[in-house]
């Protein structure tokens, strides 16, 4: 078939190709649904140059020809654009969109000429371009696939627990355990330090409701997929998921790994054998979503699956951040939002996605039942789509104005939340609240460790809990106090790794200057 010279690929699978590429690089971070949009508007919008270009050219081959080059122009703008902004001549940058624009139109119509006047064997081309898009097109699927194939082989494996001699459990009346997890929520002295945010109003607030503050807590991993994993396993990670790659190639495959011991973690296994139902929610992000637990909260929108008609999501801006479409976003913002809604605002639904989670948490008491839930609430971590008081933004802020707003929003919402919880649950409630680690904006390298690390018990009784606990002996507490366990705690320690090696890892210790000895 590829020998025929006039069978044109090429131009359809050169469409589909940045579309593959970039799931295949963001597969631990993006549903494969996220790409479906981009996918087929790739492939109606090529399918229909393709045929335009027939029509004036009247050749089949040559006008796949051209249109090829049009993709590659149009798929290759942002990443060179990337690439070559920050060129500087004599100390003045010369790149700009409009030269670029102008470069690339005189690449295309050069080109385009070229291919239909002086091109004199197309077929020939035209062939070898089939087998180098094919080519190119079954690395990033080969990745996904092998990708998908290994992680599906990969289980969990606990060490269960026997509660059946755990006093009276059964006959008391189960306290429901609330673990809220504020994703980027940092401590209180770094706030201070680094954004002169002063947050001791919202922790004595805190301490009024009755719940122990961690002033000197750090999170044991500088990342949320370990630091989370960790936290729901109640060990550090080496201990139940060692390092199990011998190159950087498998990352993605132990970041899969990491994902499952999250889904199906001790503390979760242990709830579900005192007789809790798990309760989770939509997070935006597929490795921390609990889709098989009790009850799985999403939007109604959501639920169905992907929504084409909706605006653009984060695998969209992507895609239109590394395209000529950048061009446009550019030159003229009114034009883009005209033609690509929420383009300039991606975030509409960050932000409904995080509400959603907020006014749900607020009516779990009536949840019959004992039950563990589970929100993971990608705020303050960007993107900033709260102002102060909740205000719709309508242009992204920068990060040290950005970050305290939602720290403001948050706090008021949380207190809102903590007294819905207190008050409506027939028994008191046992209340996590929890950063996974801190902001990126911080003080030394210490300030994305140190966390927002407050707990509440039912009568107040926090006899294993001390100011420097970390979230690898949270749940041990827990269990403990509340239904007859031994688990030993064990000892607080800070990993800090890169992202792209997350088990090459250093200590770092803890430097709040007051917590000595605490």
């Known amino acids: 078939m ?81 690439l070559l902004r920050n060129t500087n001549v004599f100390g003045y940058s010369i790149f700009r969109h409009r030269l670029q624009g102008i470069v690339w139109l005189a690449i295309f119509l050069l080109g385009a000429w070229w291919i239909i006047r002086r091109l004199k064997s197309p077929g020939i081309l035209n062939s070898a ?30 060490t269960s627990l026997d509660f059946s001699q755990t006093a009276n459990v059964e006959e008391q009346s189960l306290p429901d355990v609330y ?34 503050i961690g002033y000197c807590s750090q999170s044991n991993y500088n990342q949320t997929r370990q630091s989370i994993t960790s ?52 997070t935006g992000f597929d490795w921390t979503e609990i889709k098989d637990s009790d009850l ?48 300039n605002y991606p975030n509409k639904d960050h932000r409904e996605r995080i509400l959603f989670v907020l006014d749900s948490l607020e009516k779990m008491p009536t949840v019959p039942g004992p039950k563990f839930v589970f929100a993971h609430i990608v705020s303050p971590h960007g993107p900033f789509v709260f102002g102060p008081n909740g205000e719709v933004l309508e ?9 305290p707003d939602q720290i403001s929003f948050l706090n008021g919402r949380v207190l809102q939340i903590i007294d819905e919880l207190q008050k409506d649950s027939n028994t008191p ?15 030394g390298e210490y300030g994305r460790l140190g966390i927002l690390n407050a707990i509440y018990f039912p009568g107040e009784e926090y006899k294993q809990l001390y100011t420097k606990i970390t979230p690898v002996n949270t749940f041990r507490t827990v269990f403990n106090q509340f239904f007859g366990q031994s688990y030993p705690l064990l000892d607080d320690i800070s990993y ?13 210790p803890n430097t709040r200057q007051d917590c000595e000895g605490k």
């Open 429 to 443: 409630p046992i209340i996590i609240l929890q950063g996974d680690h801190g902001a990126r904006q911080h003080v």
């Open 395 to 403: 242009n992204a802020p920068i990060y040290r104005i950005g970050y």
């Open 129 to 158: 371009l089939n087998i180098v898009a094919i080519i190119a097109l079954a690395l990033p699927l080969f990745n996904l696939l092998s990708y998908q194939v290994q992680a599906a082989n990969q289980t969990t494996e606990h």
């Open 231 to 282: 936290a729901l396993n109640m060990n550090y990670i080496d201990a139940f998921y060692p390092n199990t790659y011998d190159n950087l190639d498998e990352v993605d495959l132990y970041k899969h790994g990491l994902a499952n011991y999250l889904q199906h973690s001790l503390v979760r296994e242990n709830f579900e054998q005192l007789g809790y139902s798990t309760v989770a929610f939509e």
């Open 296 to 343: 799985y909260l999403t939007r109604n929108d959501q639920a169905a699956g992907p929504n084409l008609l909706k605006g653009v999501n984060e695998f969209e801006v992507l895609m239109i951040r590394s395209s000529a479409l950048l061009f446009v976003s550019a030159l003229s913002p009114s034009l883009a939002d005209l033609l690509l809604p929420d383009l």
């Open 2 to 82: 590829l020998k025929n010279k006039r069978i044109v690929l090429h131009p359809f699978l050169i469409c589909i190709y940045p579309v593959i590429a970039m799931l295949a690089f963001n597969i631990t971070e993006m549903r494969p649904t996220d790409a479906l949009r981009a996918l087929l508007v790739s492939l109606v919008l090529t399918t229909l140059l393709f045929l335009l270009l027939k029509v004036v050219i009247k050749d089949w081959v040559k006008a796949g020809l051209v249109c090829t080059l049009a993709l590659l122009l149009f798929f290759s703008y942002g990443h060179i654009y990337d």
């Open 179 to 212: 673990y809220i997890l504020l994703d980027e929520y940092s401590r209180d002295d770094y706030l201070l330090q680094a954004f002169n945010y002063d947050n001791a109003p919202f922790l004595n607030a805190l301490a009024e409701r009755g719940f122990f």
């Open 496 to 508: 800090k790794s890169m992202y792209t090696d997350p088990l090459n890892t250093i200590i770092i």
